[in-house]
């Protein structure tokens, strides 16, 4: 087993709006799985890699129907096609990478929102890291996820 792995993924919040899942991933990296608990819907957040997120979806019995991406980037995107073959699920990703994101259906952008359950994100264009990276915001739930190092609030 790879040292990623051994870390273990941890519960980071749990409130009544949003359960959040810290997954490590290949050697510095985290996915996070979030639920909906009113809806059962789990969604992965920037999936680097398949295996750790359906470790994590096999211990908590949940099933996975979207793929959350802020932008390109492998360490961000990498497990997405393993994913959506394996669970049928649907990716959402930033309208102005969609050429570079792998398996994308939902195409969002600058003031569109998403629906998630009974949670509705409001997506921010937030380029810099690259050109078309997207921020999602969780305002019923006090959760941001901006996919850039550290930043994931909830």
Known sequence: MSAHHSRGATT???NSKLEVVRVPALSDNYIWLVREPASGLVAVVDPSEAAPVNTV?????????YIINTH?????????????????LQVVGPRADADRIPGIDVQ????????????????FDT???TRGHITFYFP?????????????CY
Do not use: I, R
């Not at 979806?57 to 129907?65: T, V």
């Not at 390109?72 to 049928?88: M, S, Y």
């Not at 019923?140 to 994931?152: D, E, I, L, R």
């Open 12 to 14: 980071a919040s749990t």
């Open 57 to 65: 979806l096999q211990q908590k019995g949940w099933s996975l129907k």
């Open 72 to 88: 390109h980037h492998f360490d961000h995107t990498g497990g997405n096609l393993e994913l959506k073959k394996q669970h049928g």
């Open 108 to 123: 969002v952008g600058d003031g569109d929102t998403w629906k998630f359950g009974e949670l509705e994100a409001t997506v």
């Open 127 to 129: 380029p810099g890291h």
């Open 140 to 152: 019923q739930a006090k959760a941001v996820f901006p996919g850039t190092p550290g930043c994931s």
